[in-house]
C-alpha cells in the first residue's frame, strides 16, 4: 500500500491507470524459461512477420546511410515517401490523396496514438469491437478517453450488431475503430456489416471513424473490403491508420503512416513536432523501396501464410472442444476454449496460458486481454516445423490435463 500510495505522489494518474503491453509480457516470460536452460519452449504469442525485409527495403537503407541521409526531416515525413504512400493508395485501391492529407509516424501504433491525443478531450469515449488489439484501450486513457466495447463472437463471424452497437454510441463517443484485416481474429466485415456501420455513423455526423489498416495486403482470399468502399462520403471524417511493420516484414524499422483530411494532419504535425521531431530519416528511405513494390512480389509470402494458418488450423480441429474460424487474411488463429478452461476447473484463460508456458514451455495469448475471454490467439507466421512441435504441445497438454483434472 505504501508504494502504491508512493507512486500516486511520483507518477500521473495516466500512467499508472495503464499497464504494459500483455504481449511483451508472455514474450518476457518464455524468455526467463530459455534463460533458465529450457532449450524447448515456443511461442506463438507475438504478431511479428514470419520473413526477413525485402532485399530493395535493406539496399536503400544502406545506400541512405551511404550518402549521408542522417539529418532531420520534415516533422510529417520526406516528400519521397508521402508520394509513395499516395501512389500505393492509387494502385491498391483507385483512391486518391493529397501530399497534404499524409503524416508519416514511427509505426501504425504510433499513428493511432497521435490520431487519439489530437480528438480526445477528457472522457470523450471511442468505441471498439471486441476481440480488439490489446493496445487500443490503454491507448485512449493515456489521451484522457474512455474506452467503450461492442461484443462480437466467433458464433457470428466476429460481426457487429446494430442492435449492439447503437446501444452503446452516445454524446460522448468521439470515435469508432475498425480494423481490417482484424488482429486477432484474422476476419474481415461483410458487405452488409461496412454498410450497416456506415448507415449507423450517418446519424452521427461528429463521430471520427479510425481504420486500422496494418494487415491489408497480407490477404490470400477475396480482397477485403473498407468502410471507403461503401461509404465514401464518411472520407471527410475518416482516418487511415497504417505502415510497413507487417505487409513488408518490416517491424523493426517504425515507420507508419496516416491518411487523414488535411485539417487532422495539421494537428498530427504540431502533436508530432513537440514528441518526436519527426520520424527516422535512414527508415524512411527504406520504406520507400517497400511501398513501391507491387502487391504481386507479395504473393510467395501470402501463400506461405496460408499453408501455416491452414496448418494450425487443421491440427486445433484434432483437439476436442475447440472452435475455431478459418480466416483468409493476417497470420492469427483465435480458438475458442472456455470449454476445456472450464472442464479442468480453471480460473481463466490467463490461468490456462500460464499453466501451459509452466508445464509445457508453450507460450500463448489468452484472449481476454484482447476483450474476448475464453479464446486463445495463435501466431502462425513461424516456420512450419516450428508450429507442428507447437501444436503437439498443445494438444499434449490438453490429453495431460483432462487426465489430471481432477487435481484442480
Request: hydrophobic share 40%; glycine share 4%; with cysteine.
Amino acid at each position: 500500500m505504501q508504494i502504491q500510495e508512493n507512486h500516486k505522489k511520483r507518477f500521473s494518474e495516466r500512467v499508472l491507470n495503464v499497464e504494459g503491453s500483455k504481449t511483451a509480457e508472455m514474450a518476457a516470460r518464455a524468455a526467463s524459461l530459455v534463460k533458465a536452460g529450457h532449450t524447448d519452449v515456443i511461442s506463438l504469442a507475438v504478431g511479428e512477420p514470419g520473413f526477413h525485409s525485402p532485399y530493395e527495403v535493406k539496399e536503400a537503407a544502406k545506400k541512405a546511410i551511404d550518402e549521408n541521409r542522417t539529418q532531420y526531416t520534415p516533422v510529417d515525413g520526406i516528400v519521397e515517401l508521402k508520394e509513395a504512400i499516395i501512389k500505393r493508395y492509387q494502385r491498391d485501391y483507385g483512391m486518391s490523396f493529397l501530399a497534404s492529407e499524409v503524416c508519416v509516424t514511427t509505426g501504425a501504433k504510433h499513428s493511432l496514438y497521435n490520431i487519439f491525443n489530437c480528438i480526445l478531450n477528457p472522457n470523450d469515449e471511442v468505441i471498439f469491437f471486441s476481440p480488439f488489439w490489446t493496445s487500443y484501450p490503454d491507448m485512449v486513457r493515456l489521451a484522457n478517453g474512455k474506452a467503450v466495447i461492442v461484443e462480437t463472437t466467433h458464433r457470428d463471424h466476429f460481426q457487429p450488431q446494430e442492435k449492439v452497437l447503437r446501444a452503446k454510441l452516445s454524446a460522448q463517443t468521439r470515435a469508432v475503430v475498425l480494423n481490417i484485416p482484424h488482429n486477432p481474429t484474422g476476419a474481415t466485415y461483410s458487405k452488409q456489416t461496412l454498410e450497416m456501420i456506415a448507415r449507423v455513423l450517418c446519424e452521427y455526423p461528429d463521430i471520427w471513424v479510425i481504420s486500422d489498416d496494418i494487415y491489408d495486403m497480407l490477404y490470400w482470399g477475396d480482397k477485403p473490403l473498407t468502410l471507403l468502399d461503401v461509404a465514401p462520403e464518411l472520407r471527410s471524417r475518416y482516418a487511415i491508420a497504417n505502415g510497413v511493420s507487417k505487409s513488408y516484414a518490416m517491424a523493426g524499422w517504425r515507420i507508419g503512416y496516416v491518411i487523414a483530411p488535411d485539417d487532422m494532419i495539421v494537428m498530427l504535425k504540431r502533436y508530432q513536432s513537440q514528441s518526436m521531431s519527426c520520424p527516422c530519416s535512414i527508415s524512411q528511405y527504406a520504406a520507400i523501396e517497400a511501398l513501391n513494390l507491387p502487391r504481386a512480389t507479395l504473393t510467395p509470402q501470402l501463400k506461405i501464410y496460408q499453408e501455416r494458418v491452414n496448418f494450425c488450423y487443421q491440427k486445433l480441429m484434432q483437439i476436442p472442444n475447440i472452435d475455431c474460424l478459418l480466416p483468409e487474411t493476417t497470420f492469427y488463429l483465435f480458438p475458442y476454449v472456455q470449454p476445456i478452461i472450464e472442464a479442468f476447473g480453471f480460473k481463466d484463460d490467463m490461468a490456462f496460458c500460464l499453466h501451459l508456458l509452466e508445464t509445457k514451455h508453450l507460450v500463448l495469448m489468452p484472449g481476454s486481454v484482447f476483450g474476448a475471454p475464453g479464446y486463445l490467439r495463435l501466431s502462425c507466421a513461424d516456420e512450419v516445423a516450428v508450429l507442428g512441435e507447437a501444436m503437439k504441445h498443445l494438444s499434449d497438454y490438453v490429453q495431460q490435463v483432462s487426465v489430471d483434472a481432477s487435481y484442480f
